[in-house]
């Protein structure tokens, strides 16, 4: 259950409550006071403002409890996730003062003329005379936002600012968030390349599929800067990256496992073709109607691409079928969907990532004493794979030397860049993947993107580091 954290504003009547009856209240109701600040002392009341630790569901039976409660007066409820949404998260601010009017004129009229026409000249030099050598657009239509579904463009924008300060604070890029009002897959294209010239790479964040595959492929067919998917690729690059410190924890090749991964929808698709990239041998792709099979017909472009690798099995059956034996599950799909006896039928030293929100595929309870590796997508447990790992350090190596696009072997050379970070003396069952704050992710992550952005032709600049 989602925790979140209230602060209540009470006034306690003396001769009527004592702050030991609030908080007994609280905690019977399922909160967590964790402090206490008086407002106003008084001898015959008292308004304090109490901090509570609370689940979601919690919230409402805490506030009718002290409401009701004789000689308690709730004043106010402040939700601290909602206070510090408020106005935003996000601001632009100058990089220079412009404090008299000689700085007025050289950073815009007429000073402002000559950078324009050397632009006009040489249109690269946008990279270096504009904002579009560090800014990335951060672009939703609200179609597919976290695990809330289509909630639309409006109510997507506090997710996309999110981001945008992750690319911030992590990697120093200026992320500016855009949320389409449109669905039409021809309209999302066409307008992100009318407003593509004022940024250096374009991320497309929680646009539903099969939409997202179309979209994206188009535009970097159609663009010269970076477009990257990240429900797709920023998924996919972080389970690379935990399952090759998984597979040395327990000291399996990846060339002879058995993978089965469930919900090829479009992080399942990526991951699939992230695990081809990385050389495994055996996979068996899963969706809610059984497996898709190497020889098999799909209307899908992406399964039908899957269909024809050999190394997808022709094995048909359900996911409980096709689990069995195998070395590695990766689950993209629904809370539930495996459980445990069927965990139990996998092939020993069993990897089990088990990835949907919030509710894993097998209760990460139930399942660790049967496995060597289980990671998931929360934070409660150990061994969380999350995008934040790779984006913010994918664009700045992108950025740095002006990549065209971020092609696989970039993104693959991101997964190993993640998993480098964990040293051999740290790798343990419950430590395959760095935290987020590990400052060497970023740098790590960022040089092999150049590196490998440099090796395949995609990179249109050395940065003095390389050189």
Known sequence: MAQTSIILRVELIHDKVTFGDVAALISKSGGDITSIDVIRPGKESSVRDITVDVTESAEGPIVDSLKQHEGINVINVSDRTFLVHLGGKIEINPRLPI??????????????????K????????????????????????????????????????????????????????????????????????????????????????????????????????????????????????????????????????IASIRVVVNGIGAAGVSICKMLLNAGVTRLVPIDRDGAIVRGGSYSQPMWQWLAKQPQVEANEGTLHD????????????????????AVKQMAPDRIVFAMANPNPEVDPDEALPHVRVLATGRSDYPNQINNVLVFPGIFRGA??????????????????AIASVVSESELNENYIIPSIFNEQVVLKVRHAVIEAAILTGSARRIPKDFR
């Open 322 to 341: 096709l689990v069995q034996g195998a070395d590695v599950f990766i689950g993209v799909s629904r809370g539930g969907v495996l459980g445990v006896e």
């Open 118 to 253: 050397a632009i006009h000249e040489q249109p690269e030099k946008a990279f270096s005379l504009s904002i579009k050598r560090n800014t990335v657009a951060v672009i939703s239509d609200g179609t597919a936002v976290l695990g809330l579904g289509d909630i639309g463009p409006h109510a997507a924008a506090p997710v996309m600012e999110g981001k945008a300060m992750l690319f911030k604070q992590l990697a120093g890029v200026d992320a500016f968030p855009i949320c389409l009002d449109t669905k039409d897959t021809e309209e999302i294209i066409r307008t992100i390349k009318t407003i593509s010239p004022m940024f250096g790479g374009i991320n497309l964040e929680d646009i539903s599929s099969p939409r997202c595959f179309e979209i994206e492929t188009r535009l970097i067919n159609e663009l010269d800067i970076p477009v990257f998917h990240d429900d797709q690729h920023g998924t996919a690059v972080v389970v690379v990256a935990g399952l090759l410190n998984a597979l040395k924890v327990v000291n399996k090749n």
């Open 399 to 416: 950025l740095d030397c002006r990549a065209r696009q971020i092609n696989e072997p970039m993104k693959l050379a991101a997964a190993r």
């Open 99 to 116: 404090k008299n009017r000689d700085d007025l004129s050289r950073v815009y009229t007429p000073g402002v003329a000559r950078i324009c």
